[in-house]
């Protein structure tokens, strides 16, 4: 799951600044997803096309970390061009303080477990048109 999510993005945005968004350490979901994230990122992290500007993990799986997370970060004027979020909630949070930025046409968001939105396991929010596609 998570590598096919990784391995998506990096199809639609093969360079840039990434963001991972993780759940609980406590939670063996949260651990499993960011490894799996990263046997994809990592060789091109180690090219040089990928920059992981922020690999943070959250208390909660909730809209409010995933919002916090992509919103501090834009406070800094980092660039964002890819999130990849461990589920539905943290994409949302994310893909809000895109929009309030209107950045909702220029970051890629995957996401995991996305029920809300559309009836898959995989998410992958298109920047052009700002809609969900299931992998």
Not at 22 to 43: A, C, E, K, R
Not at 72 to 88: E, F, M, P
């Amino acid at each position: 799951m998570e590598k096919k999510q990784a391995n998506f993005l990096t199809r639609s945005k093969p360079e840039g600044n990434y963001v991972l968004i993780g759940g609980p350490t406590i939670d063996n979901n949260s651990v499993q997803l960011y490894l799996g994230w990263m046997n994809v990122l990592q060789p091109l992290v180690d090219k040089g096309d990928i920059n992981i500007v922020s690999n943070t993990f959250v208390n909660e799986w909730n809209v409010e970390n995933g919002y916090t997370v992509v919103k501090d970060l834009l406070d800094t004027d980092v660039q964002l061009d890819a999130i990849i979020a461990g589920n539905d909630a943290l994409a949302s949070g994310a893909i809000q303080a895109l929009h309030e930025n209107d950045l909702e046409g220029e970051v890629f968001c995957s996401r995991t477990g996305c029920r809300h939105k559309c009836h898959s396991e995989y998410c992958f929010w298109k920047p052009d048109d700002y809609s969900f596609t299931s992998l």
